[in-house]
């Protein structure tokens, strides 16, 4: 059985950072794309980042230059740090393995304020 399971998220204030982190079972993420998904109040879920088999690197526009994503192969386990956060990056984070199937994890609450 695949489990994916987020931790991490909070509370936090406009300019600080947090660290979300996607402990997978059932899996080897060294096999599959990993990413990091969002979804605000009254919004689509969006990509907000991603990394390849071969360690290529996606980010959304609205993130790039505060987000980091990184995987520990040895863990089993994907990171994703936020620095920098601002309101708008108030959302419930999810994380996503995709190979053939797609497996998500229940989501983290990140919540930012001004």
């Known amino acids: 059985q695949v489990q994916l399971v987020e931790s991490g998220g909070g509370l936090v204030q406009a300019g600080g950072s947090l660290r979300l982190s996607c402990a997978a079972s059932?899996?080897?993420?060294?096999?599959?794309?990993m990413g990091w998904y969002r979804q605000a109040p009254g919004k689509q879920r969006e990509l907000v980042a991603s990394?390849?088999?071969?360690?290529?690197?996606y980010y959304a526009d609205s993130v790039k230059g505060r987000f980091t994503i990184s995987r520990d192969n040895t863990k089993n386990t994907v990171l994703l740090q936020m620095d920098t956060l601002k309101p708008e990056d108030t959302a419930v984070y999810y994380c996503?393995?995709?190979?053939?199937?797609?497996?998500w994890g229940k989501g983290s609450l990140v919540t930012v304020s001004s």
């Open positions: 990394m390849s088999t071969r360690d290529t690197i």
């Open positions: 059932g899996i080897s993420i060294s096999s599959y794309v």
């Open positions: 996503n393995a995709r190979r053939v199937s797609d497996y």
